[in-house]
């Protein structure tokens, strides 16, 4: 079972805060590259696993989704997104992804931000991704790019000339990583990138767009502390989809 950190109090409340928080969607600087990757929804059937206050679930309903099901561990944020959710085609569900059901066939679109670096196995829920999906169905997710999940505790180093340059720390060692971020001990795991692409692949589905997301100077611009993410990449966007 992946850690349920989500519902610890301290790191509820400092989550509480961040501007994906607080704006929903429009706080997350990547959503716009992320928005670029859905198919056309209308009619659609979608399901937002790692649903968090169910931003997505009801932006999905508002691109034409017909039905849209948020899963997610924390019951403290599906508590949040029941109270921000009028609407009747939308459904959540309390679940771990680790041992998810999903009909086969059923799902034309699987969707997932920022949640799948928490679990320590990816290959079962993508075959599990696979037979959910109706043919020509899609998966698109974000995830802490593997150069972020396997940083230095120190992050940003600097060189004898005072250059700064981002650390990394055994990139091809893979498993699991303890950071303390908003609490302590936030467990999350480390994977190459190769091993996320080829975990796609093993399950059967066609990777349509990769994106190791970085800023545009537009958003720098309005938005300063994003000129460290143009420095590494911090996320991956990523599109795959189930074929004939």
Request: charged residues 20%; contains cysteine; glycine residues 8%.
């Amino acid at each position: 079972m992946a850690q349920n950190i989500y519902d610890n109090p301290a790191f509820f409340e400092g989550y509480a805060q961040l501007p994906r928080s607080v704006q929903g969607l429009d706080g997350a600087p990547e959503w716009a590259s992320l928005k670029g990757m859905l198919p056309d929804l209308t009619g659609k059937s979608v399901i937002d696993l790692g649903c968090g206050y169910g931003w997505f679930c009801r932006v999905a309903r508002t691109l034409g989704a017909a039905e849209v099901t948020g899963v997610d561990l924390s019951e403290k944020m599906l508590a949040r997104a029941a109270e921000l959710t009028d609407d009747a085609s939308i459904h959540y569900q309390r679940s771990d992804l680790e041992s998810i059901t999903l009909a086969p066939n059923s799902l034309d679109l699987v969707y997932s931000s920022l949640a799948l670096h928490y679990l320590p196995e990816l290959d079962p829920l993508f075959a599990k991704i696979q037979h959910a999906l109706k043919t020509g169905g899609n998966l698109v997710f974000s995830m802490e790019h593997p150069i972020y999940t396997c940083a230095t505790r120190q992050g940003w180093l600097a060189d004898t000339s005072g250059e700064r340059f981002w650390g990394v720390n055994h990139y091809q060692d893979e498993g699991q990583r303890v950071s303390n971020w908003l609490a302590e001990g936030v467990i999350k795991y480390h994977r190459t990138l190769g091993t996320i692409l080829n975990a796609l692949i093993q399950a059967g589905l066609t990777i349509s767009n990769v994106n190791e997301w970085g800023p545009t100077q537009a958003q720098i611009d309005a938005w300063p502390a994003l000129a460290e993410e143009a420095e590494r990449p911090m996320l991956v966007l990523i599109s795959a989809r189930k074929g004939q």
